[in-house]
């Protein structure tokens, strides 16, 4: 089928806008391969540090006839998503053995887990781990040692960090390689009653802590369709994982095949052969529309508003938010994944997950086929399920029907029409919002605000019964240069008691919401922030606003004479403690939301 027409100008429009920033980038790589730093110009007491300590491996390594790969790694084993990578660097070297090749780990990133830190303090240097993230990755790579990279890496901010510090060796062929999610636990629908109880002090902790517990309960990545999972979701529909890699279970034997067929193809796509893919040309400006449709399609995490226009610009490409709004007018959604349904990624990859969602894609002209991928000719290779025949790996093609349209639909019956993600634009500045888990008659609010600047005071407000009432919860000074732009995934609860009371609620912010974000309409990501000169810190306790995702407004319903003559509020004064003092040059130059909100690339010119 022919490319739909929207997303063919959507396409069109971030070529020509990104003319001038590719063509840079693009030769940033080919000087990179042909006269950049690589193993042979290393000079002998370089290369002998680098394999000093490889040991059955120092005489390939020394040749420098075979590929050398370096693993970058975000292993740590306090996190569930990230324990089963522990393994994973000495298969590896098992692997890549088995076709002539070494590998080596090249350095490992932190990985920060937005669900331990949700509320806390920390939680303010969790946008700026991906900056830190992509730091570390380029650390590792610097060393010269490789010719392609494996990055083993699943949430939040790790993979856009990942992919952003290697885009920046982009001329090496680079796999992403998954580890999949845990088995489902407690139904999410119960995890949220209880969670509202708790809110309302109707449960204790001892009973939070127990269902928290059922949910969260073993290794793997979590269930829910957040930012996790909607990063495996883009390495899927960017051709950058093996195909229907996401969410095959941690510790099987088809999970291992897959980590063993990713290093054996990193081999086949170097520079030596005549199949050479190299990363910085597989994330083109087509990729990364793929990665915008998928994300709309499956109604995935709000945070790659952020993250896709800062792994655009690591890659010479611009998109905005206008780019999304216009795609979502096109891409329909067709999957009901936790929060958005009832079933969880598990479910979802049982109905037929990313082979079915890139088939559909590809087959309505939806989604770019023509990319170039890290396995096969197209896109469509990527519209197939890996099994075990025996003891071999081989891949099936999609299924053409659901297996559960509860959870899954084709391009033909979507759940909606409309992908799940809306621009706003008005008085307050530019913000979004997530549509797909919001009842339709909620997606206009128009309600006097209550406004406050640290999200415990919402709780506190909420807890002496200030918000039993039509409102919208303004929490300003949340922004990258605020505070880093915290997920204030905490107040999910409570304003879901507010709206199950029967109260028409809606929460808007210049700080983010979690991946995990549901039924409350939010407007986040408001652009510019306020403590940037933006209009949030002009709203008083008291006035009107309107939110509405049909018309695409958010705006102050105040007289405009009297809205020019308010002066802003000033900012909270910053705060230290839990290292958030070492971050403060990232706050101070930290770029707008819209640009992905990072003070490494602002810096860097990108």
Known sequence: MALDPIVARVTDRIVARSAHTRAAYLDLIARARDTGLNRPQLSCGNLAHGFAAAGDDKLAIRGGKAMNIGIVTAYNDMLSAHQPYARYPDQI????????????????????????????????????????????????????????????????????????????????????VPAGPMPSGLPNKEKVRIRQLYAEGKVGRDDLLQSESES??????????????????????????????????????LRQELTRAATHRITEIGWDGDDYRPLGLCVDEKALINAIVGLLATGGSTNHVLHLPAIARAAGVQIDWDDMDELSRAVPLIASVYPNGAGDVNAFAAAGGMPYVIGELVNEGLAHGDIRTVYGASLADGAAQPVLDGEALRWEPAPKVSH?????????????????????????????????????????????????????????????????????????????????????HKLTPILGVLQDRGFRVALV????????SGKVPAAIHVSPEAKRGGALALLRDGDTM???????????????????????????????????????LMRHYADPAERGGSAMLAAAGL
């Open 93 to 176: 070297k098992l692997f890549a053995r088995e076709v002539g090749a070494t590998a080596q780990v090249a350095g490992g990133v932190p990985a920060m887990c937005d669900g331990v830190t949700q509320g806390q303090a920390s939680m303010e240097l969790s946008l700026f781990s991906r900056d830190t993230i992509a730091m570390a990755a380029v650390v590792g790579l610097s060393h010269a040692m490789f010719e392609g990279a494996l990055l083993l890496g699943i949430c939040d901010k790790i993979v856009p960090g990942l992919l952003i510090g290697a885009l920046r060796f982009g001329h090496l062929p680079t796999i992403l």
């Open 509 to 516: 912010t210049d700080g983010r919401m979690s991946g995990a």
């Open 404 to 488: 559960d349209e509860t959870l899954l639909r084709p391009v033909a019956a979507p759940f909606q029409a409309e992908g799940g993600l809306r621009l706003l634009k008005g008085n307050i500045g530019r913000a979004t919002i997530k549509m797909s888990a919001v009842d339709r008659s909620r997606w206009t609010i128009e309600a006097p605000v209550r406004v406050f600047s640290d999200q415990d005071h919402v709780i506190d407000a909420f807890e002496a019964g200030e918000l039993e009432c039509d409102v919208i919860v303004v929490v300003r000074f949340q922004g990258p240069s605020a505070n880093g732009m915290p997920e204030l």
């Open 546 to 584: 309107r939110v509405c995702a049909v018309t695409g407004a958010i705006e102050a319903l105040v007289d405009a004479q009297e809205w020019a003559l308010r002066l802003p509020a000033p900012a909270p004064e910053e705060t230290s403690g839990v290292g958030r003092e070492l971050f403060a």
């Open 216 to 253: 969260y309960h073993s290794a793997g990545t979590c269930t829910f369709y957040g930012t996790a999972n909607s990063n495996q979701m883009m390495m899927e529909m960017m051709g950058l994982h093996m195909p229907g890699s996401s969410f095959i279970a941690p510790g099987t034997k």
